[in-house]
């Protein structure tokens, strides 16, 4: 079974702390993605990346940085947390060969800040 | 600016049939996509239209229009695992994928 994994479900921080969501999957993606998830709002894009050590500012980058050093994980970093910063945080892989472009996505994170 | 419509709500009868429409205006089109979200749950691909027409999938169709910037999910023999949120979705001139805001979908028996 394919799967997108996230590594915490839910993380409570305070303002001014250092975040690392961490995002695996396990079907040699090309592309990763990471979204926000916000009530009456549609996805918003991040960051995304085509490849290893590739990233591309999507939306809504500021206050966020991404890693990509390997194939399989892609890592969301929050340098300095701020309670505008509470979210559900979606990471999303896709094939670069599929023309549909259809997305798997983690069971997402999370994260509450104080 | 690009922008993707559908309702916030709605409620069906278990058995019964509902339509969840999507109207869109973006820069270019390259497919269109539904998404189904359970609560608390990662979503989960439904469909994806890039030409004009209905395409069926067992108890669930999607339908396009390009020319009127319009979709609907069609959900047939509605059951009570089918209360969820729907997310449309549009990918546009530069593959990029707008999203709506999605419509939770409420089913009682």
């Known amino acids: 079974d394919v799967k997108v994994t996230q590594s915490s479900r839910y993380l409570v921080k305070r303002t001014g702390e250092k975040v690392f969501l961490e995002c695996v999957q396990d079907?040699?993606?090309?592309?990763m993605f990471w979204y926000r998830q916000d009530p009456g709002l549609g996805l918003r894009l991040i960051y995304f990346s085509y490849d290893v050590k590739m990233k591309e500012k999507g939306d809504i980058p500021e206050g966020y940085s991404v890693s990509r050093e390997k194939k399989e994980r892609f890592s969301l970093i929050l340098e300095s947390a701020s309670t505008n910063q509470t979210s559900m945080y979606l990471c999303?892989?896709?094939?670069?060969?599929?023309?549909?472009?259809?997305?798997?996505f983690g069971e997402g994170s999370r994260l509450t800040v104080l | 600016g690009q922008n993707i419509d559908q309702p916030t709500e709605m409620t069906a009868t278990e058995g019964a049939i509902v339509q969840i429409n999507c109207t869109y205006q973006t820069s270019g089109f390259n497919g269109l996509f539904w998404y189904q979200q359970h609560a608390g749950e990662a979503p989960t691909f439904l469909s994806y239209?890039?030409l004009d027409g209905l395409e069926e999938k067992g108890r669930f169709s999607s339908f396009l229009s390009r020319s009127k910037g319009y979709s609907y999910l069609l959900l047939k023999e509605l059951q009570m695992k089918d209360s969820a949120s729907y997310l449309c979705a549009v990918m546009d001139s530069n593959y990029q994928l707008i999203w709506g805001a999605g419509t939770k979908l409420i089913i009682k028996p």
């Open positions: 079907m040699d993606h090309e592309n």
């Open positions: 239209n890039v």
């Open positions: 999303a892989s896709s094939s670069g060969t599929e023309t549909t472009g259809e997305l798997f």
